[in-house]
């Protein structure tokens, strides 16, 4: 069966770049995208379509998929962005939902 | 601006059926897929399964024989029933819209039900 693998935790130093990686074969061919989820709360949608913004999304936000990798990056970190982040895609052999087991971000 | 609303039970007993519901306003079931995704205490997001407006549907094979989701075109609303639950389906439970644009991501959720189960 298809997995979505991330590195369990990142870390980050206020307003510096985070990348938070998520692998599957052959990962570039599918769309990518991407959820925060704080403590207690719902996951949001922060990136989909491997590059695209929902509204409301900071700009600081942002994506990209190519080879087995798809990666969100978050220019100039702030304490807020401070969350676990889930990788999704589709995998349409199956039509089912693919979601990575998720990455804590730690800004400190 | 659509919003997903759930109700239901926080609390089932061992072997019962867990039922829940999720409102959808400021849009309507149709032409959407609608979701039922839980997360146990700690863990990872597992889609249970996801609806078509017309009733089409498409289980988790691990939850399969246990599920049912639904929708009520009527009320807006689409529901979940996993019988037989177990300590192992202690879980918070979103529903959640689907897109099926390309890519297929989930753009709305609903606040999340934490169901226990315990006698």
């Known amino acids: 069966s298809y997995e979505l693998t991330q590195p369990p935790s990142v870390s980050v130093s206020p307003g510096q770049t985070a990348s938070v990686t998520c692998s599957g074969d052959?990962?570039?061919?599918?769309?990518a995208c991407w959820y925060q989820q704080k403590p207690g709360q719902s996951p949001v949608l922060v990136i989909y379509?491997?590059?695209k913004r929902p509204s409301g999304i900071p700009e600081r936000f942002s994506g990209s998929n190519s080879g087995n990798t798809a990666t969100l990056t978050i220019s100039g970190t702030q304490a807020m962005d401070e969350a676990d982040y889930y990788c999704?895609?589709?995998?349409?052999?199956?039509?089912?939902?693919?979601f990575g087991g998720g990455t804590n971000l730690t800004v400190l | 601006q659509v919003q997903l609303q759930q109700s239901g039970p926080g609390l089932v007993k061992p072997s019962e059926t867990l039922s829940l519901t999720c409102t959808v306003s400021?849009?309507?079931?149709?032409?959407?897929?609608w979701t039922w995704i839980r997360q146990p205490p700690g863990k990872e997001l597992e889609c249970i399964g996801y609806i078509y407006y017309t009733g089409t549907a498409n289980y988790n094979p691990s939850l399969k024989s246990r599920v049912t989701i639904s929708p009520d075109t009527s009320k807006n609303q689409f529901s979940l029933k996993l019988n037989s639950v177990t300590a192992a389906d202690t879980a918070v439970y979103y529903c959640?819209?689907?897109?099926?644009?390309?890519?297929?991501?989930?753009?709305?959720w609903g606040q999340g039900t934490l169901v226990t189960v315990s006698s």
């Open positions: 959640a819209r689907l897109s099926p644009v390309a890519g297929w991501f989930f753009d709305h």
């Open positions: 052959k990962l570039g061919n599918k769309y």
């Open positions: 999704q895609a589709w995998d349409s052999n199956t039509a089912w939902v693919l």
């Open positions: 379509q491997n590059t």
């Open positions: 400021g849009g309507s079931l149709s032409s959407y897929y």
